[in-house]
């Protein structure tokens, strides 16, 4: 089971009980989260090996999708919503990754107005 960091509909005489575990330091990373995600995409697309890969936003999708790009030769597109460029105005990492995600995309879907 992997870790959970919240319970919203907890049930207090509930016969199952969700361990609540919360993990700091290092292993709590934002980045380290997509670990899972990436290893699922990877399988699934050597599994299926399609011709695109579509990320629906450029954090944890786009990470993912920018790294079984390079790893198997598979273009991909990003959908880019107005409000993730503004959030990442003064944060200097989180710009770089964005940058770096974005620019490895042959294509860029705005879903903004």
């Known amino acids: ?39 699922a995409a990877r ?17 944890h999708d786009g990470v993912a999708a920018r790294w079984l790009s390079a790893r198997l030769k598979v273009p991909y597109a990003v ?8 959030e990442s105005r003064g944060r200097v990492l989180r710009r770089l990754v964005m940058r770096h995600v974005l620019n490895g995309s042959q294509q860029l879907i705005a879903n903004s107005q």
């Open 79 to 86: 959908v880019v919503h107005g409000s993730e460029l503004l």
């Open 43 to 59: 399988r699934l697309a050597l599994q299926h090996r399609p011709d695109w890969l579509l990320a629906m936003t450029w954090t």
């Open 1 to 39: 089971m992997g870790v959970v960091t919240s319970v919203e509909a907890a049930e207090p005489d509930a016969d199952d009980h969700v361990k609540v575990t919360h993990i700091g330091g290092i292993l709590n990373r934002r980045l380290l989260k997509t670990l899972p995600l990436i290893a």
